[in-house]
T-cell receptor
Framework: EAGVAQSPRYKIIEKRQSVAFWCNPI?????LYWYQQILGQGPKLLIQ????????DSQLPKDRFSAERLKGVDSTLKIQPAKLEDSAVYLC?????????????FGPGTRLLVL | AQKVTQAQTEISVVEKEDVTLDCVYE???????LFWYKQPPSGELVFLIR??????QNEISGRYSWNFQKSTSSFNFTITASQVVDSAVYFC????????FGAGTRLTVKP
């Protein structure tokens, strides 16, 4: 069974530029999560989707971050404009259903460096 | 408030030693889930175990074992006879109305 796929794996941009990350969850997984992991810290949940609807985006900095999952499968996370403090690894995870109750399986992450 | 504390920032052991990683959590909910994940240098989070709040039975899986004690709000993880391949950052996580990870414990196993 294929795992969670993410691209790109690495991205370097300058501050004030925009960037987008893509995630393809495990087949059949209804719930999708985006996390931000700053160096030396644990992952922080940004947003979770159930199919194509947002379940919780309370920790997403909505002035610059946006995410969508239009067809209930793939998802895109965008940052516009990026700030230096956005440098982090962005992790995507998926689970079968029932947000926060099922085991989440993580992708390899996208490592973002903002200069 | 929901909180996960992993007080040990870094642990270093020699191969074949046993090591215990501590995790203490706080939640107001009676139904919640606890997890342990391993993050090797490659960066991907690898699922190790999931436990719900109503199941306090300890679990053993090979060299890994977990001790869940609701009375002390702890969910500790023990590796028996550690190996170099166990070197990684280990995260404890709590899921109730939100998913929150601890800061992680970096385990280094030296040959």
């Amino acid at each position: 069974e294929a795992g969670v796929a993410q691209s790109p794996r690495y991205k370097i941009i300058e501050k004030r530029q925009s960037v987008a990350f893509w995630c393809n969850p495990i087949s059949g997984h209804a719930t999708l999560y985006w996390y931000q992991q700053i160096l030396g810290q644990g992952p922080k949940l940004l947003i979770q989707f159930q199919n194509n609807g947002v379940v919780d985006d309370s920790q997403l900095p909505k002035d610059r971050f946006s995410a969508e999952r239009l067809k209930g499968v793939d998802s895109t996370l965008k940052i516009q404009p990026a700030k230096l403090e956005d440098s982090a690894v962005y992790l995507c995870a998926s689970s079968l259903a029932r947000p926060l109750q099922e085991t989440q399986y993580f992708g390899p992450g996208t490592r973002l460096l903002v200069l | 408030a929901q909180k996960v504390t992993q007080a040990q920032t870094e642990i270093s052991v020699v191969e074949k030693e046993d090591v215990t990683l501590d995790c203490v959590y706080e939640t107001r909910d009676t139904t919640y889930y606890l997890f342990w994940y391993k993050q090797p240098p490659s960066g991907e989070l690898v699922f190790l175990i999931r436990r719900n709040s109503f199941d306090e039975q300890n679990e053993i899986s090979g060299r890994y074992s977990w001790n869940f004690q609701k009375s002390t709000s702890s969910f500790n993880f023990t590796i028996t006879a550690s190996q170099v391949v166990d070197s990684a950052v280990y995260f404890c996580a709590l899921s109730d109305n939100d998913m929150r990870f601890g800061a992680g414990t970096r385990l280094t196993v030296k040959p």
